[in-house]
Nanobody, 125 residues
Framework: VQLQASGGGLVQAGGSLRLSCAGS????????MGWFRQAPGKEREFVAA????????YYADSVRGRFTISRDGAKSTVYLQMNSLKPEDMAIYYC???????????????????WGQGTQVTVSS
């Protein structure tokens, strides 16, 4: 299984970015996908997740209403649309795949068995 994250970059506060995570080696229609982030000196934290089968979504309180996770089955790709970015959103963003997740389980790093490389998001104030 390979996950390839892309789309990071430098943006001003209030701006937008869209991250992509392209997957291969797994039938993603039966799995969950998540985004996590890690800022310097901090632990990796949950951002958003989506169950591929039913499209149910989960968000961290800090991003709800600003970020949107979505999927494209034909491309085995998950997106994270990030709007109204804040300096505190600056981090390395990682995508991950899990056999399935529900409720609080989607928020845990140990739920996910494959991880992509990170993509840097920098937000200038």
């Amino acid at each position: 299984v390979q996950l390839q994250a892309s789309g990071g970059g430098l943006v001003q506060a209030g701006g937008s970015l869209r991250l992509s995570c392209a997957g291969s080696g797994r039938t993603f229609s039966r799995y969950a996908m998540g985004w996590f982030r890690q800022a310097p000196g901090k632990e990796r934290e949950f951002v958003a997740a989506i169950n591929w089968s039913d499209g149910s979504t989960y968000y961290a309180d800090s991003v709800r209403g600003r970020f949107t996770i979505s999927r494209d089955g034909a491309k085995s790709t998950v997106y994270l649309q990030m709007n109204s970015l804040k300096p505190e959103d600056m981090a390395i963003y990682y995508c991950a795949s899990a056999p399935w997740c529900s409720g609080s389980g989607c928020y845990l790093t140990r739920t996910y068995d494959y991880w992509g490389q990170g993509t840097q998001v920098t937000v200038s104030s």
